[in-house]
């Protein structure tokens, strides 16, 4: 709630850049929008666009957004969205991604910055919506090191010239601070105290291991009744798991990756949702798509 009150709060100040660091788990996704919307009334802007890096985030945000706005005031834009899946409005919201033309806009870090960058007529058509908005970059540390100078550029640019706001959301906010400076712009904090809200709600305590190879792993895993392991890639998230099905069988074990169909790996995340509330069992193998985001 406090972070609530203080995004609320913030989104009275004036056009600009501002930055909202809170961990993970701290409510970000409705913080957030709760700061765009309004600081959009505040200052007559015209639209939300919010972007991530992961189609896992979009997916679910989006679902969070629709049931808070309505199907119809929210665009969800990204290559794996089927608008066919929308019924009667499917042709509709698939004319509107064309340009932008809806209210609240959840897309990717892509579409954004390959729009702004674009000399494509079919990209550049949603620049004109893109202007007046508030921009929810989520994740934000995920912006390209390569090309971190260009999108600051451009985001100022947006600021600056086009009368939008830019927030930065993430729970390990990137250091670019210094880029922003040198196109006269300052990122402002919303969540005040950041070491005291990172230790409020402090919720893991970490103790190294030593290395452990992908059979102590499985062994550790099918020891608990609930339990989830991240791993570095898709290769070692497929040996673990098979690891953990030949020891625990396949009953209450699940595999996440960038691999699955998405369709495919919402209904799985549904089913592993409804386990832990239960108390069944439950034994996750992922890979990095479940640290950003994913409830």
């Known amino acids: 709630m406090a972070v609530l009150e203080q995004c609320a709060e ?49 997916e679910q945000n989006a679902d969070v957004y629709r049931g808070l706005f309505g199907s119809d005031n929210v665009l969800e834009h990204h290559a794996d969205f089927d608008f066919d899946t929308l019924g009667e409005s499917g042709g509709r919201m698939r004319l509107a991604a064309e340009n932008w033309d809806a209210p609240v806009v959840v897309t990717t870090n892509v579409q954004v910055f390959e729009s702004l960058h674009s000399d494509k007529t079919s990209r550049c058509r949603k620049l004109h919506n893109i202007a007046g908005s508030v921009i ?44 922003f400076a040198e196109t006269g712009l300052s990122v402002k904090e919303v969540a005040g105290d950041v070491d005291c809200l990172f230790d409020t709600l402090r919720r893991v305590t970490y103790i190294g291991l030593g290395s452990i ?41 699940y595999h996440l990756s960038t691999l699955m169909h998405p369709a495919h790996r919402r209904s799985t995340l549904k089913e592993i949702r409804t386990r832990l509330a239960s108390g069944a069992p439950c034994c996750v193998v992922s890979t990095s798509l479940v640290e950003a985001g994913v409830d």
Request: aromatic share 6%.
């Open 136 to 179: 929810i970059l989520d994740e934000a540390q995920m912006i390209p090191t390569d090309y971190l100078r260009p999108c600051v550029r451009a985001l100022a640019e947006l600021v600056n010239r086009y009368g939008c706001t830019v927030l930065l959301c993430t729970a390990t906010q990137p250091a670019i601070n210094p880029f």
């Open 213 to 253: 190879d992908d059979s102590g792993l499985a062994r550790r895993l099918a020891s608990h009744n609930q339990a989830l392991r991240i791993v570095n890639n898709r290769a070692q998230a497929k040996n673990l798991f098979n690891s953990l099905v030949e020891l625990a069988g396949e009953d209450g074990c």
């Open 10 to 58: 913030a989104a009275e100040g004036e056009p600009g850049v501002y930055s909202l660091t809170v961990p993970t788990g701290g409510g970000k996704t409705l913080s957030s929008m709760r700061f765009a919307l309004r600081h959009a009334c505040a200052h007559g802007m015209r639209r939300v666009i919010y972007a991530a890096p992961y189609t896992s985030i979009i």
